[in-house]
């Protein structure tokens, strides 16, 4: 049975390129009938699968119908903190999580955060493990050959944190950005930015700045009693000491 889906949804995944088959597919309520086989779906078709959910998210129709599915985000959501899943499936996981995000007329902000936050120490855990042991996470088909490894792990890193930084930006609330904040730091997100100082990425470097600034205004604007050094050299390595020591 599992090897009939398999060869169906390649089949699907070429037909949906089509225009006027992929929105007949969604007038179907095709998007039901993926809900309903997610429990068949295993490592080897998983790519596959997440390829015709992608292609249905360049619709809006599409998109508006996953996001209000539950069963189908938080697929999204274990897939991509799923371990033993092969890195492209985690990373193209990662980037439909992404892609839901922004849809705000649907919150999917809140609907990705709420999938996601069960999973967020697997999640970590699964990110260090990719990038201290890369050539175990690349695929588990030996028979399929990847390009450029070294860059899909970065991709990978770099998909991570778009969503990381694009769920803290589209938080408005001051107090849910500083629980996010901290939930992220026990799990471990800094070893995260130390790992892959050496990827030689200006892209990555870059998603890590910018967290690390929401980071400090965050825990600054929490802490009014925090003392400020600005009038001596070494003042931000003083600063830096107080907020990682809290």
Same mark, same amino acid.
């Given at each position: 049975e599992r090897k009939k889906i398999s060869q169906a949804l390649y089949q699907l995944e070429k037909l949906l390129r089509q225009l006027e088959l992929c929105q007949q597919f969604l007038i179907d309520d095709g998007i039901h009938t993926f809900t309903e086989i997610i429990p068949q779906i295993d490592d080897n078709t998983a790519?596959?699968?997440?390829?015709?959910?992608?292609?249905? /998210?360049?619709?809006?129709?599409?998109?508006?119908?996953?996001m209000d599915d539950v069963n189908m985000v938080r697929y999204?959501?274990?897939?991509?903190?799923?371990?033993?899943a092969p890195l492209r499936v985690r990373l193209l996981s990662t980037e439909l999580l992404l892609l839901l995000t922004y849809i705000n007329d649907h919150d999917g902000r809140d609907k990705v955060v709420v999938q996601l936050e069960p999973y967020y120490s697997q999640w970590f855990s699964s990110i260090e493990k990719a990038i201290s042991s890369p050539e175990s996470m690349l695929t588990q088909n030996t028979s399929v050959i990847l390009p450029k490894p070294q860059q899909q792990l970065t991709d990978y890193c770099l998909s991570t944190l778009f969503l990381i930084n694009s769920i803290i930006q589209v938080t408005t609330s001051y107090g849910e950005k500083e629980v996010l904040i901290k939930k992220f730091k026990e799990c471990g997100i800094h070893r995260m930015f130390y790992k892959t100082k050496d990827f030689g990425s200006c892209l990555l470097d870059d998603e890590i700045r910018k967290y690390k600034e929401v980071e400090e205004e965050i825990i600054t604007r929490s802490s009014p009693e /925090?003392?400020?050094?600005?009038?001596?050299?070494?003042?931000?390595? /003083?600063?830096? /000491?107080?907020?990682?020591?809290?």
């Open positions: 790519y596959v699968f997440l390829r015709c959910i992608k292609t249905l /998210l360049n619709h809006e129709q599409g998109r508006i119908t996953i999204l959501c274990s897939t991509t903190s799923n371990t033993g /925090l003392p400020t050094f600005l009038d001596i050299s070494y003042g931000s390595i /003083l600063k830096t /000491l107080i907020l990682e020591t809290r």
